[in-house]
């Protein structure tokens, strides 16, 4: 795929990807942080260094173990993700796993990224990850959120009433010439369905 092809991919991507807005404010930090067991599945755009593409994940959180599938983005194919919450392991679409180092080069050659999924378990959630300096500032319009930590810049424009709580639907993650953009389709807090009817 050509660099201005890509490109108009995920522009397309992210403009069909409009919902209505959520009015409630998002969860306090403290009581989303808290969630141990979830699963988010919806779709991914990421453009990196003059290339771009999109596909789809399934991200299962289960205490410090982390799964993420991921499907298409930049030619990928399938791969899936594994962490403890120390280390990261990747499994490819022919079944060869490679962890940390290799998995990490994996990522940056497949993504164009280096996906910082230690933290992006909770930049899902809408709060910072623990342990390193952050800001969060929110506001009445779009973005609702804003998440300044580790050099990324998280803007979530709209969030989801799930099991309780007010979780991300829609929020853009950049660093430099990086842009992540998450599209979360359905939560599942403990085993419940995060739509609703």
Avoid at 50 to 74: D, K
Avoid at 82 to 102: K, M
Avoid at 131 to 143: F, L, N
């Amino acid at each position: 795929m050509s660099r201005f092809a890509a490109s108009l991919a995920v522009v397309a991507l992210l403009g069909g990807c409009a919902v209505a807005p959520v009015t409630s404010p998002p969860t306090p930090p403290d009581d989303v942080a808290a969630l141990e067991h979830w699963t988010a599945s919806g779709r991914i755009a990421i453009a990196a260094n003059g290339e771009g593409g999109s596909g789809s994940f399934t991200w299962e959180q289960r205490s410090e173990a982390t799964t993420l599938s991921i499907r298409g983005p930049l030619g990928a194919g399938a791969m899936q993700v594994s962490s403890d919450g120390q280390s990261v392991a990747v499994t490819d679409s022919n079944g060869r796993r490679l962890d940390d180092a290799q998995a990490q080069g994996l990522l940056r050659q497949r993504l164009g990224i280096d996906l910082p999924v230690a933290d992006l378990r909770y930049w899902m959630l809408g709060v910072p990850a623990p342990g390193s300096p952050s800001s969060v500032s929110d506001a009445a319009e779009a973005p609702r959120r804003v998440i300044e930590q580790s050099g990324w810049h998280i803007g979530y424009d709209t969030f989801r009433a799930a099991a309780g709580v007010s979780l991300p639907e829609r929020f853009t993650a950049t660093q430099g010439g990086v842009r992540l953009k998450v599209v979360v389709d359905d939560w599942r807090i403990g085993g419940a369905p995060g739509r609703g009817p």
